[in-house]
């Protein structure tokens, strides 16, 4: 549950900068600042949604003393 909220959240962060970005492009903000913007948020995104199918390994059975 908390996995998605953070998606929801790098969704919503890429979509932004990326509205930013466009005001980048018609030149009303600087291009400079706007894209490295979507670069991050756009990497955070992949990063969290590669993080969703990644194999975290076996449960591990522990002895109790």
Do not use: E, V
């Given at each position: 549950m908390k996995q998605r909220i953070v998606?929801?959240?790098w969704a919503a962060a890429s979509t932004a900068?990326?509205?930013l970005n466009l005001l980048?492009?018609?030149q009303l903000l600087?291009?400079?600042a706007t894209m490295?913007?979507?670069f991050l948020s756009l990497l955070g995104?992949?990063?969290?949604?590669?993080r969703?199918?990644?194999f975290r390994g076996f449960p591990s059975k522990r002895m109790r003393l």
């Open positions: 998606l929801s959240l900068a990326f509205i980048g492009l018609m600087p291009l400079w490295p913007l979507l995104l992949a990063a969290t949604w590669n969703r199918h990644q």
